[in-house]
């Protein structure tokens, strides 16, 4: 157990729908980051928030949002999906807004879109 | 076109054989992470280096940064069956995307048969 929590960590939905994928940081951790991989793009950068912040964005797309609440959990919500969207999501965690301490990953949510 | 390449994209050996995996940029890097992920699994960190010329070891893993810092390899020293899985390199400095954040490379496949 990494400490970073995923839920859930399986999803199938439909095309054109909407859902939220939710990441838990390791105790102690203020930054989340955002990644998605697929087979042809490896791993990419989403979106990091430090404390609550929007801290960096990549390659987010516009019907992609995220947010970090009080507590420090983040939520990443995806919208009009599309099949092309089909692909593993991770969150990771660090204790600073930089790469100095390494990121600590969760085991990620599946997400099929059919 | 990656960031990063990593080479070879797969890797089959034996148990017992020593192997070498690349990671190689055009850009300079600030610091270079190694990471293993294993299916279902995110990515675990392995090590960081930050030094050109730098040299790691972690059991029978040695891990060596570049002097120009553009390049690092990973060299796993009798191979076993429990090293397979993926192998990423990910970087960031000062020319590269995102800011400060971690872009990774497509990933090296280890399999370890034996």
């Known amino acids: 157990d990494s400490g970073v929590t995923q839920t859930p960590k399986h999803l199938i939905t439909a095309t054109g729908q909407r859902v939220t994928l939710r990441c838990s940081p390791r105790?102690?951790?203020?930054?989340v980051y955002w990644y998605q991989q697929s087979l042809d793009q490896g791993l990419q950068f989403l979106i990091q928030?430090?404390?609550?912040?929007?801290?960096a964005k990549g390659n987010i797309l516009e019907r992609f949002s995220a947010q970090q609440f009080p507590d420090l959990h983040s939520e990443l919500n995806l919208s009009s999906l599309e099949l092309g969207d089909s692909a593993l999501y991770f969150c990771?965690?660090?204790?600073?807004?930089?790469?100095?301490?390494?990121?600590?990953f969760g085991s990620g949510t599946r997400l099929t879109v059919v | 076109t990656q960031l990063l390449e990593q080479s070879p994209q797969f890797l089959s050996i034996q148990e017992g054989e020593n192997l070498t995996v690349y990671c190689n940029s055009s850009?300079?890097?600030?610091?270079l992470q190694w990471y293993r992920q294993e299916p279902g699994e995110g990515p675990v960190l392995l090590v960081t280096?930050?030094?050109?010329?730098e040299v790691k070891k972690l059991k029978r893993l040695t891990f060596q940064f570049g002097d120009a810092r553009k390049d690092s390899s990973l060299h796993i020293t009798a191979a076993q069956p429990g090293d397979t899985g993926l192998y990423l390199c990910?970087?960031?400095?000062?020319?590269?995307?995102?800011?400060?954040?971690?872009?990774f490379g497509a990933g090296t496949i280890l399999r370890v048969k034996s």
């Open positions: 990771a965690s660090s204790v600073d807004w930089g790469f100095n301490y390494g990121y600590t």
């Open positions: 105790s102690g951790d203020l930054s």
């Open positions: 928030y430090y404390n609550g912040e929007e801290r």
């Open positions: 850009s300079v890097f600030s610091s």
């Open positions: 280096v930050v030094t050109g010329g």
């Open positions: 990910a970087g960031v400095g000062p020319d590269m995307e995102y800011g400060n954040k971690l872009v």
